[in-house]
């Protein structure tokens, strides 16, 4: 089944505000620097990549729910986030404390 023309898009459009979270905002890759801003409250978003392991998925989902973060399941692997992120190694979860110039935040909340 192919991907539809909508989702398509929607990633399309978040992948370039993480490209402006990357220039102008904060952010920590990677789960155990994730773990640290959740738990420390500093965190406004965590993207989780779709192949992120499910004992790992739900940890950070618990954790955001206690520190009442909002949590995006982005669409591709790790390998796609850490592309979108300007990197050139994967990772499997974003953790953006500043946003910066992007709007990602409002993005993401209508999906």
């Known amino acids: 089944m192919a991907p539809s023309k909508k989702s398509k898009k929607t990633t399309e459009s978040i ?3 993480l490209q402006l979270v990357m220039k102008s905002g904060k952010y920590t890759l990677g789960y155990r620097q994730a773990l640290r801003s959740l738990r420390g409250g500093k965190s406004k978003l965590i993207l989780i990549a779709s192949n992120c392991p499910p004992l790992r998925k739900s ?3 618990y954790y955001a729910m ?3 973060t909002d949590v995006h399941h982005y669409s591709g692997g790790n ?3 850490g592309t979108a ?3 050139y190694y994967r990772t499997s ?3 953006i404390t500043d946003a ?3 709007d990602i935040r409002d993005v993401v909340g209508d999906n």
Do not use: M, P
């Open 79 to 81: 390998t796609e986030l």
């Open 66 to 68: 206690l520190a009442k």
């Open 93 to 95: 979860i974003l953790s």
């Open 100 to 102: 910066g110039d992007s």
């Open 59 to 61: 940890e950070i989902e």
């Open 15 to 17: 992948n370039a505000r």
């Open 85 to 87: 992120c300007g990197k």
